[in-house]
């Protein structure tokens, strides 16, 4: 058990994806149960649920805490300070949360993170999402932090246009991603979640996605 929180915080090298774009191996492991139990908090509020687009139902089940939530409808995109299921604000951030997120932003090279909202995604296997940018952020320049619990999922990362090459970046519970500055709007995705069961998540893998909206 302890072997393999060693293998997988110290045997796995950040992984340099672009010029302002890391990956940091094991970073949130040491708080995952934490980072849990303050999503427990805020889905009880804020209950997960899967969005409608203008190009139908999204997958992935979702909630927001923070200022502003993304949102989705037959209309379109934007960031919301309401939840529109229940007329009421979202819940606040977390400190455990906002904490974990100002230190992977400054560990890449972003100090003075102030994020006002985290997208809260519940993936299940068989739930993917579609190559996208993140462009409905006012702040197109600071990052965006991506924090991987429960089981794994591989990340499509490709560049700026979407017939550009893509990657595949497999990541793992613990796992944080950061991109900002020149890679923030690279195209991105997550490929079908494959059959598998964590200790802490039975068979979910949930990704928190920090930003600065405004
Ligand atoms: C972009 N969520 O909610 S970011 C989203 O796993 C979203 O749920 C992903 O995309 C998820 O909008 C997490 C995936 C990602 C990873 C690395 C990147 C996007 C990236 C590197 C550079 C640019
Ligand atoms: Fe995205």
């Not at 804020?46 to 909630?63: D, K």
């Not at 949360?97 to 299940?124: E, K, M, S, T």
């Not at 020149?182 to 195209?187: E, G, I, K, N, T």
Request: positive net charge; charged residues 25%.
């Amino acid at each position: 058990m302890h072997a393999d929180l060693f293998a997988q915080v110290i045997d796995d090298d950040d992984q340099v994806l672009g010029e302002q774009a890391r990956v940091l191996r094991g970073f949130a492991i040491l708080q995952a149960e934490a980072l849990l139990s303050a999503v427990d908090e805020v889905v009880a509020i804020a209950p997960f649920r899967q969005l409608r687009t203008p190009s139908g139902l999204m997958s992935v089940a979702m909630s927001n805490c923070g200022e502003r939530g993304w949102c989705s409808d037959a209309c379109g995109y934007r960031y919301s300070a309401t939840d529109p299921d229940s007329g009421r604000a979202w819940p606040a951030m977390p400190l455990s949360l906002r904490d974990l997120a100002c230190r992977a932003a400054q560990a890449a090279g972003f100090p003075d993170y102030r994020p006002d909202a985290c997208l809260i995604n519940r993936y299940r296997p068989g739930t993917r999402m579609g190559l996208h940018q993140d462009r409905d952020e006012g702040d197109k320049i600071a990052p965006i932090v991506s924090v991987s619990l429960g089981i794994p999922a591989t990340f499509l990362f490709g560049g700026l246009k979407r017939n550009d090459a893509i990657r595949r970046i497999e990541v793992r519970h613990g796992d944080v991603a950061v991109w900002g500055g020149v890679d923030r709007l690279r195209y991105h995705g997550v490929a079908t979640v494959k059959r598998a069961v964590h200790p802490l998540l039975g068979d979910q893998r949930i990704n928190l996605t920090f930003r600065k909206t405004r």
